[in-house]
């Protein structure tokens, strides 16, 4: 919590000001001070009403309601906040403070935008307001704007080189720039200026893994975790409706959750797990619903009986129950679903690259035609998945490898315009929402590496789809996909697939892995459709935290 920014008070001694209003406001100032907030909201309340009859001046009312806000911001109640100080600015409208921390409430309550212009009207009235400057410089972060931001940061900088937090914010713009070593190096100042930083240490965690220096990237996270194992995201809301403890793994694969907990109603509180992770569940404070995050099964086996565990211990309500997450490897999922009519499944087979990946070796164990694909256990996306034509390639692909790999049956999916056609849906409860459609020439298809920017055909066709997914896949299709979702019996995940020129179903891959956001750019008429999957997320979340024994 930003504490509340603070103006001179703009009201006599007590000596010279007989108005009972201002009895109660010094008593009110008193109660705050000693931290004793209940009293001072009554204090200042009992002010407001004395005022009404007793003959004080605009100036005094508009500190009460000014010192009310304060209380209200500092006790966590942000609604009555932003009124009390709309309020003293309809009375004195040049309260450089109250602007200042209207625009906090509003930065809070996910009103990023009008954060930033209200900021800005603080600094119109005082430039050199510290406070307004630096949460400014957090909206436009918040707002998207890391290059203005980061001007005004190394500004503050300069001014302030010991203060630990601009140098935080330095990382994240730098970071969001993609600048990931200037980051870095931020973020190590702000730890040596506050080694209590656990949040700039999470940050070098997770910077240094994706630029692969493991070891400083296990400190970093050790670091964090020792200092602080929660990393907290308030509600947008005060009180919230409820709190969640997240479970992540941060050396495996987890199900993106930056856009769904983003301006949630309630807490966040995110605990990282580690191999060798011991995690005191009393700890962790009351917690109304787990959700479990850490979503691929072949990077995280050592990491999902200690979130089964510690889930159990907190007898709360799960959200992708970890022993389910364990079953949902690529060769699992396959075997998980046969049978059902109209859906075609891949073949899978998973080997130790390690092994014998001779020629005759791998004829013996193959048992789908050429050509097939191939790719490591535990990879998402396009990175390291090929397609392989012959057993002579395939040996030379498997020898110099380490690690289990999946051989996966080609499946030709082409429609008859020549185009592939790749299709996610996104499971939420008992929910079938649909996500994209990525449409491209080339068999290796996602959504974000094709052409469609440039043909507004396909755009058109994928706002179709969108729109009515019944209209490209009938009820027999979406009996499939109901029959995916009992098996699969996770409560959030995707599926991408497509249709042969047969009209089955051809399911690529069933996890609960698959990246959503709102970044939508250019395909804004995706942006609906998006906000329905965490409309349903955060609706599935209230139900199950607020109904549960």
Request: glycine share 6%; aromatic share 8%.
């Amino acid at each position: 919590m930003t504490p509340p920014a603070t103006a001179p008070s703009q009201v006599q001694s007590l000596t010279d000001i007989t108005p009972p209003a201002a009895r109660h406001l010094a008593a009110g100032r008193d109660h705050q001070a000693g931290g004793r907030l209940i009293d001072a909201i009554a204090a200042y309340r009992t002010g407001l009403e004395s005022a009404a009859g007793d003959g004080s001046t605009p100036e005094l009312v508009a500190e009460l309601h000014a010192k009310l806000g304060n209380a209200w911001l500092i006790s966590g109640h942000l609604d009555p906040a932003a009124e009390s100080y709309k309020a003293a600015l309809r009375l004195a409208p040049e309260l450089s403070a109250c602007w200042c921390n209207l625009a906090t409430i509003n930065l809070r309550t996910g009103k990023a935008q009008d954060a930033v212009t209200l900021y800005l009207q603080a600094l119109k009235l005082n430039p050199a307001h510290w406070p307004s400057r630096t949460n400014l410089a957090e909206a436009l972060l918040a707002t998207r704007q890391p290059l203005v931001a980061r001007a005004l940061l190394m500004e503050l900088a300069e001014e302030r080189p010991q203060d630990a937090q601009v140098r935080q914010r330095l990382g994240r713009a730098c970071y969001e720039l993609n600048e990931p070593d200037a980051a870095l190096a931020h973020f190590r100042q702000a730890v040596a200026l506050d080694p209590n930083d656990a949040e700039s240490f999470y940050w070098i965690g997770g910077i240094s893994q994706a630029l692969g220096d493991l070891a400083a990237a296990q400190a970093a996270y050790a670091s964090g975790a020792r200092i602080s194992p929660l990393i907290r995201r308030q509600a947008v809301k005060s009180p919230p409706d409820f709190r969640v403890l997240a479970l992540y793994a941060p050396f495996a694969g987890n199900t993106p959750a930056e856009f769904l907990f983003k301006d949630a109603a309630y807490d966040t509180d995110t605990l990282a797990l580690l191999a060798a992770s011991e995690i005191d569940a009393a700890a962790l404070g009351d917690v109304d619903i787990v959700v479990n995050l850490i979503s691929d099964a072949d990077q995280a086996a050592a990491e999902l009986p200690i979130a089964a565990a510690l889930a159990a211990q907190l007898g709360k309500p799960v959200i992708n129950d970890p022993a389910k997450i364990a079953g949902t490897t690529r060769d699992a999922v396959a075997n998980l679903l046969p049978d059902i009519e109209g859906c075609r499944i891949p073949g899978i087979l998973r080997l130790d690259a390690g092994a014998d990946a001779s020629v005759a070796a791998l004829k013996a164990l193959v048992p789908f035609p050429f050509p097939l694909l191939a790719r490591p256990a535990g990879t998402h996306g396009g990175d390291d998945f090929e397609k392989i034509e012959t057993i002579e390639a395939l040996s030379d692909f498997l020898r110099p490898r380490d690690g289990d790999h999946y051989l996966i049956e080609y499946v030709d999916y082409g429609s008859a315009d020549d185009y592939y056609r790749k299709y996610r849906f996104i499971f939420v409860d008992d929910q079938i929402l649909p996500y994209h459609l990525a449409i491209g020439r080339d068999w290796k298809l996602h959504h974000d590496s094709t052409d469609m920017g440039d043909h507004e055909w396909m755009q058109r066709e994928e706002a179709a789809f969108l729109e009515n997914p019944g209209a490209v896949f009938d009820a027999g299709h979406m009996s499939s996909l109901r029959a995916i979702r009992e098996r699969i019996a996770l409560d959030y995940f995707g599926i991408d697939c497509g249709l042969d020129r047969d009209g089955r179903l051809v399911v690529f891959e069933v996890n609960a892995s698959m990246l959503v956001h709102a970044d939508n750019g250019a395909f804004s008429y995706k942006d609906p459709y998006v906000r329905a999957i965490k409309a349903a997320f955060d609706a599935m979340l209230q139900r199950r935290a607020l109904t549960s024994p």
